[in-house]
């Protein structure tokens, strides 16, 4: 089998990557759904119960997509965080990978 050679740079444009996109989450969509046009409910109509009924489901809405983009937001900056340990130098198995030989009762 052939081996694989890690490649810091590689590693260093996905790290720029993974921070561009921490950048657009934080400056575009978090600040639009804390306190931007998504932070409010909209008017749901005059039918009856029509604004009691879509005011839940918005709110319900609302929070489980900002707890998706909080834990979103959390996943990319341990990728960031794990990228940055594997390129310090500090772990062997950052530096070179043989596929063929990998042992897990090591």
Do not use: C, K
């Amino acid at each position: 089998m052939a081996d694989r050679v890690f490649d810091p740079e590689a590693i260093g444009e996905y790290r720029q990557f993974l921070v561009e996109l921490i950048d657009e989450l934080e400056s575009e969509l978090l600040p639009v759904m804390a306190t931007g046009t998504l932070s409010r409910a909209p008017a749901f109509g005059t039918a009856p119960g029509a604004a009691a009924n879509a005011t839940g489901q918005y709110l319900e809405f609302h929070a489980a997509m900002w707890r998706n983009l909080q834990y979103l937001r959390g996943t990319l900056y341990g990728l960031d965080a794990a990228l940055a340990e594997m390129t310090s130098g500090d772990d062997e198995a950052a530096v070179f990978f043989d596929i063929g030989t990998f042992d897990p009762t090591m």
